[in-house]
């Protein structure tokens, strides 16, 4: 990945892709202190730009981070970048971390980086795969206590069990993994959330110990416009044999139906459908008028 065309915005300069390296010894590598962002580029606008960069700026302050671009600096990069790389579907990967200036656990005074890449990602999951809705497995690790991690930042370091989860999954024949919560509750795939329909309601898990990301809150949007009910609750694995439809959310996954989990099957229903096709509508850009 690292020999793609184009340039990586770095530190306020756009450097050629293959360029934009770091050195071994930095505090990020060794001790996880980076945090990043996923953003869908459609039509030639990021969706949701400025949510995703606040959180970016959150992420980072929950890390005792102070990123040194406000985050008006970062959507205009993101936005150059995007044109830069002449690109109008496409995946942006902000991340920031601490540098290489000091060694050792603490590092007070390293400077705060930030890079921004760009390039073409179409999806997530196989097409073939997400039309008959994809296959999860159980995840061995457990979302963490919030008092045990920072849940609420998405920092590089609680994406270790999510990367050791997500390679178990695919060796078993899975496409992804369902991790439940430090209690034992239904909590998310390894990159994306969940939802579950029963009796024409939407069930999703209280977002108290994971992400509680952008497609969630917009899909929550988008169903109760349709007039469909979305309870957020806790959800206990054994509920699953009572639901009928299950889909995944995330920016990267953007709605993909789940067919089965473990044990558990779903059928690709009406609601998942509707939910999947006015997503893909929303993130559309708005036409003017004039056009
Ligand atoms: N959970 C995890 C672990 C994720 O990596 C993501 C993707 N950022 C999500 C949930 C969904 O977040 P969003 O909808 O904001 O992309």
Known sequence: FDQLD??????????????????????????????????RAYGGEIFKLTEHTERLHRSAEILGMEIPYSVAEIDDACRTLLKR?????AYVRPIAWRGSEMMGVSAQTNRINLAIAIWQWPSYFKPEERLKGIRLDQ???????????????????????????KHRAEARGYADALMLDWRGQ????????????????????TPDCFLDGITRRTVIELAKKRGYEVVERAIMPEEMSGFSEC???????????????????????????????????????????AE
């Open 6 to 39: 184009g340039e990586i915005w770095y530190n306020g300069a756009y450097v050629p892709w293959s360029e934009a390296k770091l050195h071994v010894l930095t505090h990020g590598l060794h001790y996880a202190s980076a945090v990043f962002e996923g953003e």
């Open 139 to 165: 995840a061995e690790y457990r979302r963490p206590d919030p008092r045990t991690a920072p849940a609420k930042s998405k920092a590089a370091g609680l994406y270790m069990i999510c990367t050791l989860s």
């Open 247 to 289: 889909f995944l959310t995330g920016t990267a996954a953007e709605v993909t139906p789940v067919s089965e989990i473990g044990p558990y099957n779903f059928k690709v229903g009406e609601i998942s459908t509707n939910l999947v096709n006015d997503y893909m509508q929303a993130v559309q850009p708005l036409q003017s008028a």
């Open 186 to 205: 239904v909590a998310e795939a390894t990159g994306a959330n969940i939802f579950f329909v029963k009796d024409g309601v939407l069930h999703t898990p």
């Open 85 to 89: 790389q002449g690109l109008s579907d």
